[in-house]
């Protein structure tokens, strides 16, 4: 059982350049979430989905696009990559309405932007 | 919005010893979930409790209690027996119990670093 699973682990880009990260998770969760985690902020919400075919902002959804053509994967793009989006991204998932009531997370992205 | 805070951006304690990481929130709903996440070196977050607020007994898993003190909006971690594996970034999280979408996110405190000493 896999859980969630993201993809790549590490990433170096240069300022203006794009790129995709890709969420899978195998426990037909209904909702999934891509947080930042920068060091003293905890983790942030920028985009979240509650089924295929929606998303919404969170609360830092500047610089990012999202997309969940699948119920299983959740994609997280930037288009335009700046120094400021340097960071360790998580996905996660969940299925609140039923327990157990927590979120799945991945291992987590960390992406450079230089 | 739902906000949390912890308020010790770092801690540290004795192998065999017993700390509690601190944790407030603050919210206007009365029925919600809170969550303490570890988070070690290697940056995957495990679940380590999780306390319904509708319940009134303290969570307890192995080694880990809380003290969830409602009307004061407070819910702190025990670690009892610390061990060296316990070392990590230990985060405080909120989510609401009802109302969908954005509601069931996670809100999350800036996180307690704990160092154990051998």
């Known amino acids: 059982n896999a859980g969630v699973t993201q993809t790549p682990k590490f990433r170096v880009l240069k300022t203006g350049q794009s790129m995709t990260l890709l969420c899978a998770q195998d426990m037909n969760h209904e909702y999934m979430y891509w947080y930042r985690q920068d060091p003293g902020m905890g983790l942030r919400l920028i985009h979240y989905s509650v089924g295929e075919g929606t998303t919404a902002k969170g609360e830092v959804p500047d610089g990012y696009n999202v997309s969940r053509l699948k119920k299983q994967n959740f994609l997280l793009g930037l288009e335009s990559a700046a120094p400021s989006q340097t960071s360790v991204y998580f996905c996660?998932?969940?299925?609140?309405?039923?327990?157990?009531?927590?979120?799945?997370f991945g291992q987590g992205t960390r992406l450079t932007v230089v | 919005a739902q906000t949390v805070t912890q308020s010790q951006p770092e801690m540290s304690v004795q192998e065999a010893e017993t700390v509690t990481l601190s944790c407030t929130y603050d919210?206007?709903?009365?029925?919600?979930?809170l969550f303490w996440y570890k988070q070690p070196p290697s940056r995957q977050m495990i679940l380590v409790i999780r306390?319904?607020?509708?319940k009134q007994q303290n969570a307890t898993e192995n080694r880990f209690s809380v003290n969830f003190q409602k009307a004061a909006k407070s819910f702190s971690l025990k670690i009892s027996d610390s061990q060296l594996g316990d070392a990590a970034m230990y985060f405080c999280a909120y989510r609401s119990r009802w109302g969908g979408g954005s509601n069931y996110k996670l809100t999350f405190g800036k996180g307690t670093l704990l160092t154990v000493n051998p």
């Open positions: 919210t206007s709903e009365s029925d919600y979930y």
């Open positions: 306390q319904e607020a509708y």
């Open positions: 996660a998932s969940s299925s609140p309405g039923q327990p157990p009531s927590e979120a799945f």
